[in-house]
């Protein structure tokens, strides 16, 4: 788990300290807005897993790398995305046997 301390005026004045715990590194869905920006999501410590068409990625990314990304303009939407390892390694295992038709 990664705890990140948020900064704001508003909790300055009143002595306040918020912060926020998540995890170390997980997996994401990114909607870009107009074409995928590599670089944006190398320099927050991401790589790429999926590519969906659409504009869409799926990314693993550190915690810290997430909030960075949150408001940037070339981002439509970001959220994690929790992944079932049992049924992932089923349809793997499936798709290793599929033969082409």
Request: glycine residues 10%; charged residues 20%; without cysteine.
């Amino acid at each position: 788990m990664n705890e990140i301390e948020i900064k704001s005026p508003i909790a300055s004045a009143m002595g306040a300290k918020i912060s926020v715990t998540g995890p170390g590194r997980g997996l994401y869905l990114i909607i870009w807005r107009n074409t995928l920006q590599e670089s944006l999501l190398k320099t927050a410590g991401g790589e790429i897993v999926l590519r969906f068409n659409g504009g869409k990625t799926l990314a693993a990314l550190p915690f810290t790398g997430y909030l960075a990304l949150r408001s940037s303009f070339h981002i439509s939407h970001i959220g994690p995305v929790n992944v079932d390892v049992k049924r992932l390694a089923r349809i793997s295992e499936l798709l290793s046997r599929a033969r082409p038709p």
